[in-house]
């Protein structure tokens, strides 16, 4: 099964929960850049991932592929069930189903 690629590059991921998402920032200079986020709403116990954005920038390098596998990765690890309504995230799914068990 194939394991997803993080990128190369320093980065750090947060969760905003009083915004219902989960940030990732480039850090590999001395202020951290905002790369982009993934946008959530809570439905019950089901958190309903509804877009992962990222800045044009940072586009095809990688950086929401990473953002995507760190977030369901935490999900995991809060035993949480998700929902996607995101098509990249659909599609990440697709391509990695050792997440799918995520799924409500």
Not at 1 to 23: D, F, H, L, N
Not at 78 to 88: E, F, L, P, V
Request: charged share 30%; hydrophobic share 40%; proline share 4%.
């Amino acid at each position: 099964m194939a394991e997803p690629t993080k990128v190369a590059t320093p980065y750090a991921v947060t969760e905003e929960k009083g915004r219902s998402r989960i940030v990732i920032h480039d850090v590999h200079e001395d202020v951290p850049v905002l790369v982009g986020f993934l946008e959530y709403r809570m439905d019950g116990d089901v958190r309903t991932i509804l877009h992962t954005i990222i800045d044009e920038a940072y586009a095809r390098q990688g950086w929401a592929r990473t953002l995507v596998t760190e977030s369901l990765e935490r999900f995991s690890q809060d035993d949480a069930k998700i929902r996607s309504m995101c098509s990249y995230v659909d599609r990440y799914m697709e391509r990695f189903p050792q997440y799918r068990s995520l799924l409500a």
